[in-house]
């Protein structure tokens, strides 16, 4: 879904905005579960909204785009992040950074207005 440029943006960003929901910058630790392993991803959020969240994550095999998984955060300072809070999700864009570590935009399979509320 595209938005109406903002006053005195460029075309260029109005064309690729795709955003349906605005992105609040946000670092906190979380966790992503992928589809056939077993143990999770430790990654952290860079932007969060309710659609979606841009994610670094910490892996020597980034996500594939189109790969569905499960992210939870952790908007406490325990360890532990408990996996009742996990979202479905599926990557739209993964860019690996280097050998180890990868930035990747997820969207959220359903609305999660609660990921927000912390």
Avoid: Y
Avoid at 57 to 79: D, F, H, K, N, Y
Wanted: hydrophobic share 45%; with cysteine; net charge positive.
């Amino acid at each position: 879904m595209l938005r109406p440029a903002k006053l005195g943006a460029s075309p260029a960003l109005a064309i690729n905005e795709r955003r349906i929901a605005d992105r609040t910058d946000i670092t906190r630790p979380c966790k992503l579960q992928r589809r056939g392993a077993s143990p999770f991803d430790s990654a952290s959020t860079i932007n969060l909204s309710t659609s979606g969240a841009l994610l670094e994550i910490r892996t020597a095999r980034p996500p594939a785009v189109g790969e569905q998984l499960a992210v939870a955060v952790a908007w406490t300072s325990s360890p532990v992040i408990n996996s009742d809070s996990l979202v479905p999700a599926r990557v739209i864009r993964s860019t690996p950074i280097d050998a180890n570590r990868a930035r990747v935009a997820v969207e959220f399979l359903r609305s999660h207005a609660l990921i927000l509320a912390a």
